[in-house]
T-cell receptor, first 112, second 107 residues
């Protein structure tokens, strides 16, 4: 099994719908992150969490919310999806600031 | 605010040639710097990292990077590129990523 698992892998949803992307990890890492990737824009940070009781906004948190249900689980929600949220979403984990990330395989989300 | 600049959007090199991908980072007393690689349709994999010590760091797949504080740079190098190195490469400082450099390899 993968160290960082994202579900679903692909999702098409309609404008205005609520959708949740899930991430679970077996690395035992305290730190978890959500990024979105758009062509030509690299990865942009949406939210991050350094432990279960710590949630922080990233540079593009508007329109998103997160839940850290346990050390191993970090979910990203789009309360009312819009087409410009169409992107590839990555979850990542790390044990400390200087170790770098372990990434999931990504969720490709299309909002129509 | 922190920023990471990768000046080259797309680079093409011949197989066997040397490679250097550029990365400039913004301020930071102790920059936590990373290079990641993303193969087509895949997630990102950590190539190497730097936060202190020897300024020349070795990574996986034969890559290395040199930290130069005076130039705010952390350039990625490989002496001889293989066709399998074709991918997109991302430089990151702490939580912030650059926009990536796509590497194509000519036979």
């Amino acid at each position: 099994d993968a160290d960082v698992t994202q579900t679903p892998r692909n999702r098409i949803t309609k404008t205005g719908k609520r959708i949740m992307l899930e991430c679970s990890q077996t690395k035992g890492h305290d730190r978890m992150y959500w990024y979105r990737q758009d062509p030509g824009l690299g990865l942009r940070l949406i939210y991050y969490s350094f432990d279960v009781k710590d949630i922080n906004k990233g540079e593009i948190s508007d329109g998103y919310s997160v839940s850290r249900q346990a050390q191993a689980k970090f979910s990203l929600s789009l309360e009312s999806a819009i087409p410009n949220q169409t992107a590839l979403y990555f979850c990542a984990t790390s044990s400390a600031r200087f170790y770098g990330y372990t990434f999931g395989s990504g969720t490709r989300l299309t909002v129509v | 605010a922190q920023s990471v600049t990768q000046p080259d959007i797309h680079i093409t090199v011949s197989e066997g040639a040397s490679l250097e991908l550029r990365c400039n980072y913004s301020y930071g007393a102790t920059p936590y710097l990373f290079w990641y690689v993303q193969s087509p349709g895949q997630g990102l994999q950590l190539l190497l990292k730097y936060f202190s010590g020897d300024t020349l760091v070795q990574g996986i797949k034969g890559f290395e990077a040199e930290f130069k504080r005076s130039q705010s740079s952390f350039n990625l190098r490989k002496p001889s590129v293989h066709w399998s190195d074709a991918a997109e490469y991302f430089c990151a400082q702490d939580l912030i990523f650059g926009k990536g450099t796509k590497l194509s390899v000519k036979p």
